[in-house]
């Protein structure tokens, strides 16, 4: 299995906090020793920063804090191998074009059966379970829609229906994003924060750092963050349930899908 | 304008030498000051460092030397914006998906009128008249054919064609690398040069830096350099003439198209 994390801001916002409890997880305090990436967007511009090797002891992750690259929409991943072998074609997140944006995908899960699911002009580059539902996802929304609609509720709908049927062939947690939104389905275990004003502290579990966010941040700051398992030790994290889809905007949720919705 | 660099090698190799030539160039000893990036491939993954900021002064491009990637192909570029804003999403090398394969692209030119070139299904994110023939270079080849070829000799003269008339729009040098393929294509400025064995020592133009290739390599290596300007003022390196399209694999020429062939 592997390990999300997300964020999304109104704001540009640094994830180096969080991001140094994931890195964590990648070989130290968790097993997910077999990739890692990190998706930063900046507009309709991105950044990605990918290697196929453990996080907690690469060069380049422990580089990235350092860099403060600020971002209203991130993801990550750090890779545990199930399906696909240990290489760059098949570590996490993955991005690719739709309707002129550039949309971003990382999972969790262990599926069987899914190349039954159809991916149309999205071919699949590795041999990723993850990386084939992401393309039968696209592909999706690509036949559903002549442009990417400025209204995302019925995009998100579909996305909704599309992801609790993938769930037919095993577990998934995704995140995904398109367009500054943040996609959240959680097949069993996913959990998100939104912190805003009066900020306080927190304290990671996975590595000996605190920060107070007082400082960090401005009266209206809202910054939402989606993890496998909650980052911090002192902190209410909120458990999605199983079948739930959340959507973020500007930091905030704004879509809420429930099982049987 | 803007400047390309390009490597295709029969083994992985670090570009280190040639790449802190370029940077130079974006800044420093040349204006292109806008954004720089390159790509990394490691089989049909890859790895992409970007920034829509001066290369010369970066700490990413700065630190990236330090980390010796090793890749058998590796396209890189410094941007003097002239068509689209300074912005991620207009900084090149540009990344899209064809039949399974991760394709790069990375360009040198001005042109006009280029909009009533047909992309397809590979619509641009940016505004660069860039990343608008690159879609329009991908949606020719997947139109003309059904996957990708095991011979890419077809693939190649469609490229060649589809090239020379993106020219009626202007100047247009182009990089580009399809499966551990590089297109060179030359409207008016492109430089190549292959090192092999014996391998001899080489300085830079545009930084105090000397290399001893010997101590680098072995025997059967062979890597092929091509810039829009050489990089080194001891080698010799080959111009290529206007409307030629030299296609490297495995660090050698396989095919040469000429103006009129």
Same mark, same amino acid.
């Given at each position: 299995m592997c390990e999300l994390l997300g964020m999304n801001a109104n704001v540009p916002t640094d994830i180096c906090f969080s991001f140094s409890g994931l890195l964590q997880r990648g070989g130290n305090t968790g097993p997910h020793r077999d990739g890692w990436g990190i998706v930063f967007y900046n507009d309709n511009g991105y950044q990605i920063f990918?290697?196929? *090797?453990?996080? !907690?002891?690469? *060069? *380049?992750?422990?580089? *990235?804090p350092t860099m403060s690259i600020k971002s209203k929409c991130i993801i990550s991943h750090v890779r545990q191998a199930n399906v696909g072998e240990v290489n760059l074609e098949n570590t996490h997140p993955f991005v690719r074009e739709l309707f002129g944006f550039h949309c971003s995908f990382a999972h969790n899960g262990q599926l069987k059966g899914y190349d039954k699911l159809l991916t149309g002009s999205y071919y699949p580059v590795g041999s990723t379970d993850s990386e084939f539902v992401f393309c039968h996802l696209l592909n999706k929304l690509k036949n559903n829609f002549k442009k990417m609609p400025k209204n995302y509720s019925l995009l998100a709908r579909l996305l909704y229906n599309s992801l609790t049927s993938?769930?037919? $062939?095993? &577990? !998934? +947690? &995704?995140?995904?994003?398109? +367009?500054?939104?943040? $996609?959240?389905?959680?097949s069993n275990n996913l959990y998100w924060i939104t912190r805003k004003h009066p900020f306080g502290q927190a304290s990671l579990i996975d590595d000996d750092i605190e920060i107070d966010f007082k400082s960090e941040t401005k009266t209206g700051d809202v910054v939402s963050i989606i993890a496998t398992k909650p980052l911090t030790d002192n902190e209410s994290w909120n458990k999605m349930t199983p079948g739930q889809m959340l959507v973020f905007f500007n930091g905030k949720i704004v879509y809420n899908f429930l099982k049987n919705d």
């Open positions: 990918k290697e196929s *090797l453990s996080s !907690s002891t690469s *060069l *380049l992750a422990k580089m *990235l993938v769930e037919a $062939f095993g &577990v !998934s +947690n &995704v995140l995904m994003t398109i +367009n500054s939104y943040t $996609f959240a389905y959680c």
